[in-house]
Nanobody, 118 residues
Framework: QVQLVESGGGLVQAGGSLRLSCAASGIIYSIDAMGWYRQAPGKQRELVATTTRSGSTNYADSVKGRFTISRDNAKNTVYLQMDSLKPEDAAVYYC????????????WGQGTQVTVSS
């Protein structure tokens, strides 16, 4: 079993920055990728960014150049640095973890709200 605990959400003005953190605990030896999804009201949950233990990263086109995902394997923690935030970035952001060979999230965090004011 894996538990994910998120922090860092909040209110920020357009053009500002936030950093989200997600710490994993439990039986984590089978976890490869960790990442972030988001869901805005009336929209489907979408992939934002992922990273594997080896350092490969993947970003949604909408956040490339503005968001950076990073990972501290020793701390079992993944981060999402969000810069140049736009109102359309406002959503509930969810941390996720994937087992080796999995194409879908196996574990989810509780979600953290990101609000961007204009």
């Amino acid at each position: 079993q894996v538990q994910l605990v998120e922090s860092g959400g909040g209110l920020v003005q357009a053009g500002g920055s936030l950093r989200l953190s997600c710490a994993a605990s439990g039986i984590i030896y089978s976890i490869d990728a960790m990442g972030w999804y988001r869901q805005a009201p009336g929209k489907q949950r979408e992939l934002v960014a992922t990273t594997t233990r080896s350092g490969s990263t993947n970003y949604a086109d909408s956040v490339k150049g503005r968001f950076t995902i990073s990972r501290d394997n020793a701390k079992n923690t993944v981060y999402l640095q969000m810069d140049s935030l736009k109102p359309e970035d406002a959503a509930v952001y969810y941390c996720a973890a994937l087992q080796y060979g999995s194409a879908n999230a196996d574990y989810w965090g509780q979600g953290t709200q990101v609000t961007v004011s204009s």
